[in-house]
């Protein structure tokens, strides 16, 4: 079959700048440049109005649609503000006459009250189901013009993470975090339980489950949409061995965090570790924040058929 000419994809950014005193909130709507950090790219968009630094929350709402020139996904992002520059009603919602019309509903879920926006930064409970799924925008009958990709980042009290042995033919035997594609009607929760338990054997604690980074791109002709999670299993079982290998992975292991840091820093070492940029990156971001408290918790509304309860009690 030949491809499929898809419309390009556009990510939309409303990026919300709140300062808790005097409390107070600038909008301002902007998009992401492929490769770019989500908290990286709101700031930028909010530009000069952030006087001093802000630290990433969350994200409140997510969703996307489809019209004949592109795909579009917009996201809301909330930064914390030490101080704000002229935060007064003309300038709170600036721009907004150049808003789609499909994204007047986020500007409308951002909250008067400052102290709302940062009391509860969490996703709509319906707004995290793609209609769509992952397989790449370069692949014979894609499922969705922009792919949306999982990273589990899981900490034990040992200092350890979470990490998997590929089995892929390109990237066989390297370490890497548990992750993949999300499937077509899947929310985040269900395909981070997905991934996990294929790849490790571990059942994820929906209750759990929380956002350190969301990072647009990683190449040149392929820009998928990465969320980077947090997240704990129920309970610590066995993981999966060599023996138990298959077309997900190898094996799993808890590594120490410092030593797979020092391996990623070392040129030699480091072609142990698939993509070893994108591992350091993605493991130092969910350390540093996850250690901060900026995590935000993710809010699912799961398939009427899932069989897994505690999903559908999610929101935490």
């Known amino acids: 079959m030949g ?93 907004s006459e150049e808003w789609p019309a499909e994204l007047l509903g986020l500007k409308e879920q951002v909250p008067d009250e400052a102290s709302a926006i940062l009391a509860a ?25 922009l792919d949306v990709v999982v990273f589990l980042m899981l900490f034990n009290a040992q200092s350890e993470v979470l990490l998997v042995r590929e089995s892929k033919p390109k990237c066989h035997g390297k370490w890497f975090p548990p992750a993949g594609h999300v499937e077509a009607g899947e929310t985040l929760h269900e395909a981070c339980a997905r991934e996990l338990v294929e790849e490790t054997f571990l059942r994820l604690d929906h209750s759990t489950v929380r956002i350190v980074d969301i990072v647009y791109g990683a190449g040149r002709r392929y820009s998928p949409l990465h969320f980077v999670v947090v997240a704990d299993a129920i309970a610590p079982g066995p993981l999966k061995s060599e023996a138990d290998a ?52 993710l809010c699912s509304l799961p398939a009427a058929t899932s069989g897994d309860p505690q999903a559908l009690a999610s929101c935490s």
Do not use: M
């Open 246 to 297: 298959d077309a997900e992975s190898i094996d799993a292991a808890w590594r120490s965090v410092p030593e797979v840091l020092a391996q990623l820093e070392n040129a030699a070492t480091a072609e142990l570790y698939r993509n070893p940029e994108e591992v350091s990156y993605v493991l130092r971001t969910a350390v540093e924040r996850h250690g901060r408290g900026c995590c935000l918790p």
């Open 121 to 145: 930064p969490c996703l709509a409970p319906v707004e995290d189901r793609f209609v769509g799924g992952g397989g790449g925008v370069f692949v014979d009958d894609p499922r969705l013009p």
């Open 3 to 95: 491809k499929r000419n898809n419309p390009p994809t556009k990510v939309w950014l409303c990026a919300v700048a709140v300062q808790e005193s005097p409390p107070q909130h600038l909008v301002r709507l902007g998009c992401v440049a492929p490769g770019e950090p989500l908290s990286a790219a709101a700031r930028r968009v909010l530009g000069e109005v952030v006087v001093e630094e802000a630290h990433f929350r969350g994200v409140t709402a997510v969703r996307s649609w489809s019209t004949p020139e592109a795909f579009n996904f917009a996201l809301t992002v909330v930064l914390a503000a030490a101080a704000l520059r002229e935060a007064d009603a003309d300038t709170q919602l600036a721009g």
